[in-house]
């Protein structure tokens, strides 16, 4: 697995391709990368491992009904990025993506809209403040800067029934403290290099700054993800 570029502050750190599983498997256990704090199933109820489910790479899948997966130990964090998709266009009522088991949260969903509940917390996606989630299975990286203790959850909305997350969970990342923009901007694209870039990497020029840009078509009025290219040696 790649080391993400800012690693001095990071707690912990939870990647789809680190499980090496079968497609469908069930998962018991999601292993933090950088320390002991394991996301682990209880009960009966286990998110589900698929392969290729974005472009290549594989996704922790919830159901939506009962799927949770939480750490034991809790951790004091400034800023969690989290890529992740919601399966449906709005979300159905307050669903948990990350989350303490109790009281705290960086991300939950706000009942039958397409937005993220707190309006106090500078939410963004793919790079931009937004509360917009990652609706209709468009996976987005997610970032929020926040001063939360939690015992780390990834699925459902603390201990509230019928709140939970439907739809896949690839990376999560939290840190001890918010991270500065320079900083932000080198996990940004760390996850875009991880889970979206295809082909040439494409850069767009913001404040002076050449920075790496997400591509997208519109095609039938929705935009899709394109794949660009350029050409070395005559080969494309």
């Given at each position: 697995?790649?080391?993400?570029?800012?690693?001095?502050?990071?707690?912990?750190?939870?990647?789809?391709?680190?499980?090496?599983?079968?497609?469908?498997d069930?998962?018991?256990?999601?292993?933090?990368?950088?320390?002991?704090?394991?996301?682990?199933?209880?009960?009966?109820?286990?998110?589900?491992?698929?392969?290729?489910?974005?472009?290549?790479?594989?996704?922790?899948?919830?159901?939506?009904?009962?799927?949770v997966?939480?750490?034991?130990?809790?951790?004091?964090?400034?800023?969690?990025?989290?890529?992740?998709?919601y399966?449906?266009?709005?979300?159905?009522?307050?669903?948990?993506?990350?989350?303490?088991?109790?009281?705290?949260?960086?991300?939950?969903?706000?009942?039958?809209?397409?937005?993220?509940?707190?309006?106090?917390?500078?939410?963004?996606?793919?790079?931009?403040?937004?509360?917009?989630?990652?609706?209709?299975?468009?996976?987005?990286?997610?970032?929020?800067?926040?001063?939360?203790?939690?015992?780390?959850?990834?699925?459902?909305?603390?201990?509230?029934?019928?709140?939970?997350?439907?739809?896949?969970?690839?990376?999560?990342?939290?840190?001890s403290?918010?991270?500065?923009?320079?900083?932000?901007?080198?996990?940004?694209?760390?996850?875009?290099?991880?889970?979206?870039?295809?082909?040439?990497?494409?850069m767009?020029?913001?404040?002076?700054?050449?920075?790496?840009?997400?591509?997208?078509?519109?095609?039938?009025?929705?935009?899709?993800?394109?794949?660009?290219k350029?050409?070395?040696?005559?080969?494309?």
């Amino acid at each position: 697995m790649p080391v993400p570029p800012v690693n001095a502050t990071l707690l912990a750190h939870y990647s789809a391709k680190s499980l090496g599983l079968i497609n469908g498997d069930p998962v018991s256990q999601w292993t933090d990368l950088v320390g002991t704090n394991h996301l682990t199933a209880s009960g009966v109820a286990r998110p589900t491992y698929r392969t290729a489910k974005l472009g290549p790479h594989p996704g922790v899948n919830f159901d939506g009904v009962d799927d949770v997966v939480a750490a034991a130990t809790s951790i004091s964090a400034g800023h969690a990025f989290v890529v992740a998709a919601y399966d449906l266009a709005m979300f159905n009522a307050y669903d948990g993506l990350l989350t303490d088991t109790t009281s705290t949260y960086f991300y939950i969903g706000d009942a039958n809209k397409e937005i993220f509940y707190d309006s106090t917390v500078e939410y963004r996606k793919d790079g931009v403040l937004s509360r917009i989630g990652p609706m209709s299975g468009s996976a987005a990286i997610l970032d929020a800067a926040r001063s939360v203790t939690l015992i780390p959850q990834v699925g459902r909305d603390r201990p509230y029934t019928n709140r939970y997350w439907e739809g896949p969970v690839f990376e999560v990342l939290m840190f001890s403290v918010a991270l500065s923009s320079g900083d932000r901007q080198s996990i940004q694209n760390y996850l875009f290099d991880e889970w979206f870039a295809t082909g040439a990497t494409v850069m767009q020029k913001a404040g002076g700054i050449w920075k790496k840009a997400i591509v997208k078509l519109k095609v039938a009025g929705s935009w899709q993800d394109a794949t660009v290219k350029h050409k070395t040696g005559g080969e494309w």
